[in-house]
C-alpha cells in the first residue's frame, strides 16, 4: 500500500515562507510523478505544481510562479514546496499527489485525476 505523508505546514505572516514535505512509501512503489494541489474552503481543488521524478522537470501554475518552487530528493522519495512571499489568497489545504504511470501529455501533470495516490492535507494559513 502506497502513503503519503505531508508536513511543514502551519500559519504564517504575509510576505513569509514554508516549506512543505510529502514522503511517498511502499514497497513496491515506483514514482513517475508528484505534485501539490490545494483547496480552499468553499473552492476547487487546484494544481500548484508538479515535478517528473526520474529527470526532475518542473510544471508550476501561473498564479504561484516565481514564489513556489517544487524540488524532489530521490534517495528519500520525498518531494518538496518552497513557498515564499505567502499571500492570503495561498491559504489552503495542500495535498501532495502520486502516480506511478507513465504521462505522455503535459496536461497530464496538471489534473488531478492522474494522480492515484493521496496525502491527507496539510493546512497552510497566511494572515495579512
Known amino acids: 500500500q502506497v502513503q503519503l505523508v505531508e508536513s511543514g505546514g502551519g500559519l504564517v505572516q504575509a510576505g513569509g515562507s514554508l516549506r512543505l514535505s510529502c514522503a511517498a512509501s511502499g514497497r513496491t512503489f515506483r514514482s513517475y510523478a508528484m505534485g501539490w494541489f490545494r483547496q480552499a474552503p468553499g473552492k476547487e481543488r487546484e494544481f500548484v505544481a508538479a515535478i517528473n521524478w526520474s529527470f526532475g522537470r518542473t510544471y508550476v501554475a501561473d498564479s504561484v510562479k516565481g514564489r513556489f518552487t517544487i524540488s524532489r530528493d530521490v534517495a528519500k522519495n520525498t518531494v518538496y514546496l518552497e513557498m515564499n512571499n505567502l499571500k492570503p489568497e495561498d491559504t489552503a489545504v495542500y495535498y501532495c499527489?502520486?502516480?506511478?504511470?507513465?504521462?505522455?501529455?503535459?496536461?497530464?501533470?496538471?489534473?488531478?485525476?492522474?494522480?492515484?495516490?493521496w496525502g491527507q492535507g496539510t493546512q497552510v494559513t497566511v494572515s495579512s
Open positions: 499527489a502520486a502516480t506511478s504511470q507513465t504521462l505522455y501529455r503535459v496536461s497530464a501533470y496538471y489534473t488531478a485525476r492522474t494522480y492515484h495516490y
